[in-house]
């Protein structure tokens, strides 16, 4: 299955619960049937574009240009699918991200400039923190078995909201709570919640 079939397979899912208002997404899904689709659908969207053929001459202009960061607007391109079977129409801006150029796309019904485009895409990127977070809760086990290491991931995560909603509540009390907390933070800082899970997942390896 392809990433545009993926990308459609979960919007359809998605728009059974709710209507998205905004989109965010990296060069990856940005394919031209993506962001066609959108279109078609009215779904607003700001998403990053490989830097393709049809826009390496106008990142390239950019580029030359010394102050091209101060004279960035959007321009409507036509861009063609690797079958030049497919195209759609999109504003298209460049931005400089770890001295690289990329590509900047939006959706059409969008009227906004390219500074504004910028504040609403590095809004994907507290998705993304998340996303990373996953990884403390991982499963560290030999086991194959998904049903076992979705359990493992799951038991791990449900620990942790506990935790958290135990500091939570603690810190709600009175003063005297939080100096039993902090001093109980000091002296098992090196102590986790993750003990028990770690014992599971050695059980399991």
Same mark, same amino acid.
């Given at each position: 299955?392809? &990433?545009?079939?993926?990308? !459609?397979?979960?919007?359809?899912?998605?728009?059974?619960?709710?209507?998205?208002?905004?989109?965010?997404?990296?060069?990856?899904?940005?394919?031209?049937?993506?962001? $066609?689709?959108?279109?078609? #659908?009215? =779904?607003?969207?700001?998403? %990053? #574009?490989?830097?393709?053929?049809?826009?390496?001459?106008?990142?390239?202009?950019?580029?030359? &240009?010394?102050? !091209?960061?101060?004279?960035?607007?959007?321009?409507?391109?036509?861009?063609? $699918?690797?079958?030049?079977?497919?195209?759609? +129409?999109?504003? =298209?801006?460049?931005? %400089?991200?770890?001295?690289?150029?990329?590509?900047?796309?939006?959706?059409?019904?969008?009227?906004?400039?390219?500074?504004?485009?910028?504040?609403?895409?590095?809004?994907?990127?507290?998705?993304?923190?998340?996303?990373?977070?996953?990884?403390?809760?991982?499963?560290?086990?030999?086991?194959?078995?998904?049903?076992?290491?979705?359990?493992?991931?799951?038991?791990? +995560?449900?620990? !942790?909201?506990?935790?958290?909603?135990?500091?939570?509540?603690?810190?709600?009390?009175?003063?005297?709570?939080? $100096?039993?907390?902090?001093?109980?933070?000091?002296?098992?800082?090196?102590?986790?919640?993750?003990?028990? %899970?770690?014992?599971?997942?050695?059980?399991?390896?």
């Amino acid at each position: 299955m392809s &990433t545009t079939d993926l990308f !459609w397979d979960l919007f359809t899912r998605i728009e059974f619960i709710l209507q998205p208002k905004l989109l965010l997404f990296d060069g990856e899904f940005a394919t031209v049937q993506i962001l $066609d689709g959108l279109q078609r #659908k009215g =779904v607003p969207f700001v998403a %990053r #574009k490989n830097i393709t053929k049809r826009l390496r001459p106008l990142a390239l202009a950019y580029s030359l &240009t010394d102050n !091209w960061e101060d004279l960035r607007t959007f321009r409507a391109i036509t861009l063609l $699918d690797k079958t030049k079977t497919h195209e759609t +129409i999109v504003p =298209v801006t460049f931005q %400089r991200v770890q001295g690289e150029m990329k590509a900047l796309v939006i959706s059409p019904v969008l009227s906004i400039t390219p500074a504004e485009a910028d504040r609403l895409y590095k809004k994907r990127f507290g998705i993304e923190t998340g996303y990373r977070d996953k990884h403390p809760f991982q499963a560290r086990t030999c086991s194959k078995h998904m049903s076992v290491r979705l359990l493992l991931y799951l038991f791990a +995560i449900m620990e !942790w909201n506990l935790w958290q909603l135990f500091l939570l509540l603690a810190n709600r009390g009175q003063t005297t709570s939080r $100096d039993r907390l902090t001093m109980w933070r000091r002296q098992l800082r090196t102590i986790k919640l993750f003990l028990l %899970r770690d014992e599971l997942l050695c059980a399991f390896g």
